[in-house]
C-alpha cells in the first residue's frame, strides 16, 4: 500500500495506546537495530521502546499528533513488536488491537469482516455529467 493511502500514516494510535516491549539483543547495542538511547529495560531479558511503560502509553519515536499525520522516527530501525504489527484490514484480516487502538482516540474501526467487499461500480440513472457512480456490494 502507498503511503499516501495508508491509514497508518494519519493514526499513530497504536504507537501511543501499547506497551512495545522486544528481546534487549533487537537494540544497537546488541547487534540489532533499535535506537538503545530510546529504550528502557524491562526486565533481564527485555527492554521497550521509552514511553510506552507508562499508563499513558506514548513511543518516544512517533512524531506528529495522534489521528493527524504521524510518522515513526525509527521507522528502518523499528522492533520486532512495530514490524508485526499490522493495520486492521491488511490482508482481509481483522486486527482487533489496531481497532482498539484506534478507538481509544475516536478514530472510526478500519474494517470489519462483516462489511461487503465493494466490488462493481453501475452509473447512477439520471445522473448529471459528468457520470456519478455508486457501489454496489459484491
Given at each position: ?26 537494540a ?5 537495530a ?5 529504550t ?5 531479558f ?41 493495520m486492521?484490514?491488511e ?16 478514530l ?31
Open positions: 500500500m502507498s503511503d499516501s493511502l495508508n491509514p497508518c500514516m494519519t493514526c499513530g494510535a497504536c504507537c501511543a495506546h501499547f506497551r512495545v516491549s522486544f528481546y534487549w539483543a533487537e544497537d547495542d546488541g547487534a540489532g533499535v535506537p538503545v538511547e530510546l528502557e529495560p524491562l526486565g533481564l527485555m527492554r521497550n521502546m521509552r514511553g510506552t511503560n507508562q499508563h499513558q502509553p506514548h513511543c518516544v519515536a512517533l512524531q506528529g499528533e495522534v489521528g493527524g499525520c504521524v510518522s515513526c522516527g525509527i521507522y528502518q530501525q523499528r522492533p520486532s513488536p512495530c514490524r508485526e504489527f499490522s486492521s484490514g490482508n482481509g484480516e481483522l486486527n482487533e488491537a489496531c481497532d482498539r487502538a484506534r478507538a481509544r482516540y475516536g472510526p474501526a478500519l474494517f470489519h469482516p462483516s462489511l461487503p467487499v465493494m466490488t462493481e461500480s453501475y452509473p447512477n440513472a439520471g445522473a448529471s455529467t459528468p457520470v456519478e457512480h455508486v457501489q454496489s456490494p459484491g
